[in-house]
């Protein structure tokens, strides 16, 4: 039971540069979600979807696209990457309408 | 702005004692509270939860009470063990879809 998968797991990117967060579920959830982890900051909503080909913002979109054109999928692109965005993303999934989430095990980002 | 107060951002805790961190919101459209707990290298997983029509559940040593006039709830770890040691973090769902998260707090137990 895979549950949601993370790929990659570190990743060190230089200013400027372009990169897709991978994140996968096994699950059949319809809502999926990515959160950033910083410091004395918690875990902050970037952008979550509710179903395939529907995506909304979080609290902290800017810098950040998605898509969603299958249930499993819930990719997270930095189209050109800044030292603010040197995180841990969490990517996260649950049944619309239930409560619990269930997240990966992270992605740490270092943007040089 | 934090939609979730959380505190302390550290706690330290004998073995045995009684861990309690505490959670405070202003939005009366939250609909669910859970509590996360995470350790180094993993990703949060869900502690226990409430729903606000209820002021206290049990699960365990894991104790959420909640205040709803006061918009204010907390986690109780009692006999608090060295495997407690961990960042937890309080949370809020907007009726809906949206989670809000707490700072987190770093729990230490001492043996």
């Known amino acids: 039971n895979a549950g949601v998968t993370q790929t990659p797991k570190f990743q060190v990117l230089k200013t400027g540069q372009s990169m897709t967060l991978q994140c996968a579920q096994d699950?059949?959830?319809?809502?999926m979600s990515w959160y950033r982890q910083d410091p004395g900051m918690g875990l902050r909503l970037i952008h979550y979807s509710v179903g395939a080909g529907i995506t909304d913002q979080g609290e902290v979109p800017n810098g950040y696209n998605v898509s969603r054109s299958t249930t499993e999928d819930f990719p997270l692109r930095l189209l050109s990457a800044a030292p603010s965005q040197t995180s841990v993303y969490f990517c996260a999934s649950r049944v619309s309408g239930a409560g619990e989430l269930f997240f990966g095990e992270g992605s740490r980002l270092t943007v040089l | 702005q934090q939609q979730v107060k959380q505190s302390p951002q550290s706690l330290i805790v004998q073995k045995g004692g009684i861990s309690i961190i505490n959670c405070a919101y202003e939005?009366?459209?939250?609909?669910?509270f859970p509590w996360y707990q995470q350790f180094p290298g993993k990703g949060p997983a869900l502690l226990i939860a409430?729903?606000?029509?209820?002021s206290e559940k049990k699960e365990g040593r894991f104790t959420i009470s909640f205040n709803k006039s006061a918009k204010q709830f907390s986690l109780h770890i009692m006999d608090s063990q060295p495997g407690d040691s961990a960042t937890y973090f309080c949370?809020?769902?907007?009726?809906?879809?949206?989670?809000?998260f707490g700072t987190g707090t770093s729990l230490t137990v001492i043996p």
């Open positions: 939005n009366t459209a939250f609909d669910y």
């Open positions: 699950m059949n959830h319809e809502y």
């Open positions: 409430i729903r606000p029509d209820v």
């Open positions: 949370a809020a769902r907007r009726a809906g879809n949206q989670f809000y």
